[in-house]
């Protein structure tokens, strides 16, 4: 039987009237229940707005937030205890999320927190900072975090999309060594992070500096250079890096230092991974390269050193370093091995191929340390052999000015205090 026989052989007609007028005033008690029990959450869609906090770094957090009514989204930036790491010794850095601006040549950093107290750092984003005289030549820049409405920032003349990291070619960047130890390679460590999605503000730049690294600038951005010295524009980013990282002392160092010559071995397309390996049989002979010097330091015997690297098998080139580096860097890994007094211009030891071979002839003067700092400890990080050939009184010219008991040869160091 259908269900509708049996309801109606149950019920009289009345019954069935009055059960369905009962069904009719629950459903409407149960409906003003309900309505009542979930008024609160009738309402608009909830928003959510968007906030920064800057606790240990300004890490972004997604809020979500209930309103009875639309509100505009936004941006915030809370206080933080610290967003600057100076504990470094050799590089102060600061980042920075949200909204950021700076402006031009005021070298002012504005940071907006709608938290807490206003606050501000300096920095000198050069990875150098134990050396007075270095960072004298770097600009200063200030980073204000102000907690008042975003009226109160100067306006955005020119937005990013994309974060920038700002940094100093002043200090003695215009020296090889230190382009290398105190900005290329910190830069690298810093932004290669990226992917190539990232701004470079420059400071104290030099037109001269970034043409000669504009093939490794490239490679670790593919946007044009800003110079921050010109002009008086308010940049606004949505995050900002001052500074570059630098955490150790150690020079021409990274945390994988044959990343980095592998790295500009891709830069400049340079095609030796590996020096030669000698067999017996085996034609071709070892290319070795003598660094000259016209002005210091210069070898006063390099045609009879020609001479001898040739009678026990070399092919010897004998070249100056310039800042070409496109040619300079083709020149050193084309050759097996590298010779030159301690200087700039072995710096580009980095160019060579890995089990490759530095020699350095280290000059008079308690140069020791600095010679091994500089280019011996380095040179092994990157794959290559070290050899070392120290100078003595009376290979030096300085042997036709003074005698061997003058402090130029007893105290070197006192000679070195005088400049």
Request: proline share 3%; net charge positive.
């Amino acid at each position: 039987m259908k269900y509708d026989e049996i309801f109606a052989r149950s019920f009289s007609r009345q019954d069935q009237r009055r059960f369905g007028y009962g069904a009719l005033v629950a459903c409407f008690i149960v409906t003003c229940c309900l309505c009542t029990v979930f008024k609160p959450y009738l309402g608009p869609l909830p928003v959510s707005n968007l906030r920064l906090t800057l606790v240990d770094g300004l890490k972004l957090v997604m809020i979500s937030e209930r309103a009875t009514k639309p509100l505009e989204s936004y941006v915030e930036i809370e206080e933080t205890k610290q967003i600057c790491n100076t504990s470094k010794q050799r590089s102060d850095t600061c980042e920075m999320k949200g909204d950021v601006r700076i402006q031009g040549n005021s070298s002012t950093i504005f940071v907006l927190s709608s938290h807490g107290k206003n606050a501000s750092w300096t920095i000198k984003p050069y990875a150098r900072k134990g050396d007075i005289s270095a960072m004298e030549r770097v600009t200063n820049f200030t980073i204000k975090v102000i907690q008042e409405k975003v009226e109160t920032m100067p306006t955005c003349t020119k937005t990013h999309n994309v974060p920038v990291i700002v940094f100093s070619v002043g200090g003695y960047a215009g020296n090889n060594f230190h382009a290398f130890t105190d900005v290329i390679i910190p830069l690298y460590e810093t932004s290669r992070e990226f992917n190539r999605e990232v701004k470079f503000l420059v400071a104290n730049k030099r037109s001269g500096w970034t043409r000669k690294f504009q093939e490794v600038l490239d490679k670790l951005s593919r946007y044009e250079i800003i110079d921050i010295d010109e002009g008086n524009e308010v940049h606004c980013f949505p995050s900002m890096i001052v500074g570059l990282k630098k955490d150790e002392v150690k020079e021409l160092y990274t945390n994988s230092v044959k990343d980095f010559t592998r790295f500009l071995r891709s830069s400049y397309s340079l095609e030796r991974s590996t020096a030669i390996k000698l067999r017996n049989d085996s034609a071709k002979k070892p290319r070795l390269l003598i660094v000259s010097r016209k002005k210091t330091r210069t070898f006063t015997n390099v045609k009879d050193v020609v001479h001898a690297a040739q009678e026990i098998g070399f092919e010897v080139v004998e070249a100056e370093m310039n800042a070409n580096l496109t040619q300079v860097s083709r020149l050193v890994n084309s050759c097996d091995v590298m010779m030159g007094v301690h200087g700039a211009g072995i710096t580009n030891m980095v160019f060579l191929p890995e089990n490759g071979v530095l020699i350095q002839v280290v000059p008079i003067g308690n140069m020791d340390w600095i010679a091994n700092t500089y280019f011996g400890v380095p040179s092994a990080a990157m794959g290559l052999k070290y050899l070392e050939y120290k100078i003595h009184e009376m290979e030096s010219t300085l042997i036709e000015k003074y005698s061997l008991n003058h402090q130029v040869f007893t105290d070197p160091i006192s000679i070195q205090k005088k400049g």
